[in-house]
């Protein structure tokens, strides 16, 4: 098994590279999709965040009110480290337990957007950084996300800056250009990792 971590900066076009490889055969974990399962109706975590939060996080369906939620803590840095303390561990919890449920001879892709702030970058045997200027990234989520350009760079700013990930990679995919580009690179690393062995677990 070989797991390899996909992270970078939001709006850089993560999910974009992780589909790639996917295509290619790897078996995609996606971390945001891991976190919307946690958030469930009359859950432990929900009560929690309701006490940390106050109950005008819980809609009256009884599950957490994302979007309200994201408005607080991405414009208050106390308020986002709460909320990570709270949410953090059952989510990497959840994909670890998925991980070792997928068997062996697998390459298992990571799309993690806090690998490095949730200590992931440990677990995993390569790190794909991928990158793309700032004036993009506003563009890509102002159109995927239908968000105003303050909110995003707010959610950019809460993260790790990119060039201190970059430093960190071991590969780089440069998603500055067309999606061709983008899967050309990831195409290339798939054939250099596709040869290396599994590590070992860390």
Same mark, same amino acid.
């Given at each position: 098994?070989?797991?390899?971590? !996909?992270?970078? $900066?939001?709006?850089?076009?993560? $999910? /974009? !590279?992780? $589909? !790639? /490889?996917?295509?290619l055969g790897a078996k995609v974990i996606d971390a945001d999709r891991v976190a919307g399962s946690v958030f469930k109706k009359g859950s432990v975590l929900n009560r929690e965040i309701a006490a940390a939060f106050g109950s005008k996080m819980i809609r009256p369906d009884g599950t957490i009110d994302r979007k309200r939620l994201a408005g607080m803590v991405f414009s208050d840095k106390l308020s986002l480290r709460r909320l990570n303390r709270l949410v953090h561990p059952g989510i990497i919890k959840k994909i670890k337990d998925i991980v070792r449920r997928s068997g062996r001879g697998k390459i298992i892709v990571i799309d993690a957007p806090l690998l490095f702030e949730t200590?992931? %970058?440990?677990f995993v045997d390569h790190i794909v950084v991928v990158k793309a200027s700032l004036e993009k990234q506003v563009s890509r989520c102002g159109k995927k996300l239908c968000l105003k350009k303050a909110d995003i760079l707010k959610r950019v700013r809460s993260q790790m800056p990119l060039k201190k990930k970059i430093r960190r990679a071991d590969f780089i995919v440069d998603n500055n250009g067309t999606?061709?580009?983008a899967e050309k690179q990831v195409m290339k690393?798939?054939? %250099?990792?596709s040869r290396t062995r599994r590590k070992g677990w860390k």
């Open positions: 098994m070989i797991i390899i971590g !996909v992270t970078g $900066s939001f709006g850089t076009g993560k $999910s /974009f !590279v992780s $589909s !790639v /490889f996917a295509s200590k992931l %970058e440990n999606k061709a580009a690393i798939w054939g %250099e990792i």
